[in-house]
């Protein structure tokens, strides 16, 4: 498995006549079977950063190196490749679809990486298993409890197994225990499978139990 790592990551927005600096020279080096929470307050550019690290936006400097390679010096097709075959996005919201069953979410990153049908349906299931929802694999997501379907983004998320998971409050709209397992589920994977995880919360308690956990205050990572 390869290295994520950032270098003097800059991250500037326009607005209006001002400029301004959401990120300011952030480097971070994550290893397969890391695990790191990030905390900050609300608009500290959390949510910038995993984009950034994620290949969804571009920084305004620095570089976001993948196996050694400059991420935002790929192709195009190549970073989409990235984002499919190495990286598992989870979102605050969940963002299933909602015309089809968990089984056929958890099967769509599959399908698009050129998978069979029938391939990307028994790993599909395994996921689904591994996550504890065996049980609900024909539900609709507006049939699903938000545990459970915050459980089948997770599910979707790293049926590919993924090299490195990036999760955005993915607890934030959950109930304490239910965030609990969210978490535990989080840190099972990576242990197991050797994920790397980037785990951004507002939750102090949740923070501390990834192994690092540093803090974004005015643009840079502290400790």
Not at 17 to 25: H, M, Q, R
Not at 116 to 128: D, H, P, V, Y
Request: proline fraction near 4%.
């Amino acid at each position: 498995m390869s290295e994520l790592e950032a270098v003097g990551v800059v991250k500037r927005f326009q607005l209006g006549d001002s400029t301004i600096e959401v990120l300011n020279g952030v480097s971070l080096l994550l290893r397969p079977g890391e695990s790191l929470a990030v905390l900050g307050v609300s608009g500290a550019g959390k949510s910038t950063l995993l984009h950034v690290l994620g290949g969804l936006e571009r920084p305004s400097a620095g570089e976001v190196r993948f196996g050694g390679k400059d991420l935002y010096a790929l192709p195009q097709d190549e970073v989409a490749a990235f984002r499919n075959r190495q990286l598992g996005f989870v979102f605050q919201s969940h963002h299933l679809l909602p015309e089809f069953d968990a089984l056929e979410n958890v099967m769509m990153p599959c399908m698009l990486g050129g998978m069979s049908r029938r391939e990307s349906r028994e790993k599909a299931r395994a996921m689904l298993d591994a996550v504890g929802l065996s049980h609900r694999l024909a539900h609709n997501p507006g049939k699903l409890s938000g545990g459970e379907r915050q459980r089948v983004a997770i599910a979707r998320a790293l049926v590919l197994d993924p090299a490195v998971v990036l999760a955005d409050e993915p607890t934030g709209n959950l109930d304490p225990h239910t965030a609990d397992d969210v978490v535990d589920l989080f840190l099972k994977l990576n242990a197991q499978a050797r994920t790397a995880l980037v785990l951004v919360t507002h939750n102090e308690k949740l923070a501390n139990r990834l192994a690092k956990k540093r803090y974004l205050v005015e643009g840079r990572l502290e400790s």
